[in-house]
């Protein structure tokens, strides 16, 4: 399969944020994906093409973009409005 990662990847985030939307239980599913989906992206861009630590060969930027999104989403609910 070609594109695994790219799936496994995205599945991944999708994971991270209803993981996190379920255990916040503020039901805000559509915010926590966008959130994910860009973390992960700048994951993706900073192992690949800012520190070059992997290719998009590899599978090491999947880790990547999965330790961003998680750092993005904790950052997002930390400093989400309290209302």
């Known amino acids: 399969m070609q ?5 496994i990847a995205a599945l991944g985030s999708f994971f991270l944020a209803w993981l996190i939307d379920a255990s916040t239980g503020r039901r805000g599913l ?4 966008l959130v994910s989906g860009t ?8 192992s690949v093409r800012v520190f070059a630590v992997s290719t998009s ?8 973009a999965m330790g961003a999104a998680l750092a993005a989403l904790l950052m997002f609910q930390l400093f989400r409005s309290k209302r």
């Open 57 to 64: 060969d590899q599978w090491t930027w999947v880790l990547w």
């Open 30 to 33: 559509f915010a926590n994906l």
């Open 39 to 46: 973390g992960a992206i700048a994951g993706w861009f900073l």
């Open 3 to 7: 594109y695994a990662d790219l799936a």
